[in-house]
């Protein structure tokens, strides 16, 4: 059952009040978080991707399931899970392969690594680019992750979230807005980097997108 505009946002509204607002600490050193998107922007950006995805003539869902489909699923936006993180880049970038979910090798180099604190645990993530992409693209970064609810609840080949630069080498790292690849919503046009290992976190971050039909038929 698709939920209606006004119904996300105040789920929304529900969690970001309920959870204590400011989220995690700011690293010493760094700059001040940015002021986080409204319940309003962020239910505006959810309903323009379904839109795009019922709609689109090259959306990621099949064809034959556009007409019955209603939206994606999301977990309600917590702050917690958004914080300030450093960008501490090795001094020579590690070459590394990024297997697809159709088996087949990428390029890419570890260009660095991020760490953050949740629950009183220090957690690492390491930063890719994609190195077969136009040279152009290089200095675009690629942060996929794995996590204890990769497979049960979220996508088996893992989720991307991106990093939003503030200054420097300090990025604001906001699991909220994690999304699935293009390759999860059963078109299989697709061949989307699978999450390396090394990037699978012992935790459970309930934030951000949920598995597409995981749940019997999408997921809610």
């Known amino acids: 059952m698709k939920r209606a505009p006004w119904l996300l946002l105040a789920l929304l509204l529900t969690a970001v009040g309920c959870s204590g607002g400011g989220g995690p600490a700011v690293p010493a050193g760094a700059p001040p978080l940015p002021p986080a998107p409204t319940p309003e922007e962020i239910a505006a950006q959810r309903a323009e991707k379904d839109r795009s995805y019922k709609t689109d003539e090259d959306s990621p869902i099949p064809p034959e399931q556009r007409k019955t489909f209603s939206g994606l699923s999301y977990y309600p936006y917590d702050p917690q899970w958004r914080m300030m993180v450093h960008l501490d880049r090795y001094l020579d970038p590690i070459p590394f ?3 697809t979910t159709g088996g087949v090798e990428r390029p890419a180099v570890k260009v660095g690594r991020i760490r953050f604190e949740r629950d009183g645990q220090t957690h690492t993530l390491n930063v890719y680019t994609l190195r077969d992409l136009p040279p152009e693209a290089w200095n675009s970064l690629f942060l996929p992750f794995m996590d204890a609810t990769t497979g049960k609840e979220t996508y088996p080949a893992g989720r991307y ?18 999304y699935n690849p293009l390759c999860a919503y059963g078109r299989t046009i697709y061949r989307c980097p699978a999450t390396p290992a090394e990037n699978r976190l012992p935790i459970a971050v309930r934030a951000g997108e949920k598995g597409y039909g995981m749940h019997g038929g999408e997921s809610r």
């Open 161 to 178: 979230v991106e990093l939003a630069k503030v200054s420097d080498d300090w990025y604001v790292l906001d699991f909220n807005l994690s």
């Open 97 to 99: 392969v990024i297997t």
